[in-house]
T-cell receptor
Framework: DAGVTQSPTHLIKTRGQQVTLRCSPK?????VSWYQQALGQGPQFIFQ???????QRGNFPDRFSGHQFPNYSSELNVNALLLGDSALYLC???????????FGSGTRLTVV | TQLLEQSPQFLSIQEGENLTVYCNSS?????LQWYRQEPGEGPVLLVT?????EVKKLKRLTFQFGDARKDSSLHITAAQPGDTGLYLC??????????FGTGTSLTVIP
């Protein structure tokens, strides 16, 4: 049973560019949450998608947007990249009756 | 806004020692979780506590949820090098969203 799958694993982008990160949730999960994690710190909540709609959003600018597809997979888009956007981006899935989140291994984004 | 503060932020101990990590908040949470994260990986769920005063044990790890459901602790007995990692608490808010603590980086030296 595959857990949460994220792609790509690593990515290097230039300031001002746009990036799309992808996430496939664990089988049976219908809710996807995205987090940004700086080195050695706790993950910061970006937003959560359920039934193809953004259900909640953390304190992130509009440059961060997302999408959820009918098969529950999700994308995180970041426009006009800044150096400070360099981080590990984690996707977590959950579902009815699930205790807690299942996390993917993350996408390491480096903005240069 | 960081709702959950963990202490200590960094901890380096010898194999065999005991340790306690704290997770504190001014907010009440309906449940609280503890995760462990290794470098290059996503966090892995260790335990969920729901009831105030609840204590759960997972081998050498003991988790406690405060009576007021505002704080929690993780106690590790006889730490081993395999316990090394980033320990994260996460509280479930009224919006049904988990917010993570600041993290505690543990290093167990053989």
């Amino acid at each position: 049973d595959a857990g949460v799958t994220q792609s790509p694993t690593h990515l290097i982008k230039t300031r001002g560019q746009q990036v799309t990160l992808r996430c496939s949730p664990k089988s049976g999960h219908d809710t996807v949450s995205w987090y940004q994690q700086a080195l050695g710190q706790g993950p910061q909540f970006i937003f959560q998608y359920y039934e193809e709609e953004e259900r909640q959003r953390g304190n992130f600018p509009d440059r961060f947007s997302g999408h959820q597809f009918p098969n529950y997979s999700s994308e995180l888009n970041v426009n006009a990249l800044l150096l400070g956007d360099s981080a590990l981006y984690l996707c977590a899935s959950s579902g009815q009756g699930a205790h807690g989140y299942t996390f993917g291994s993350g996408t390491r984004l480096t903005v240069v | 806004t960081q709702l959950l503060e963990q202490s200590p932020q960094f901890l380096s101990i010898q194999e065999g020692e005991n340790l306690t990590v704290y997770c504190n908040s001014s907010s009440v949470f309906s449940s609280l979780q503890w995760y462990r994260q290794e470098p290059g990986e996503g966090p892995v769920l260790l335990v969920t506590v729901v009831t105030g005063g609840e204590v759960k044990k997972l081998k050498r790890l003991t988790f406690q949820f405060g009576d007021a459901r505002k704080d929690s602790s993780l106690h590790i007995t006889a730490a081993q090098p395999g316990d090394t990692g980033l320990y994260l608490c996460a509280g479930l808010n009224t919006g049904n969203q988990f917010y993570f603590g600041t993290g505690t980086s543990l290093t167990v030296i053989p």
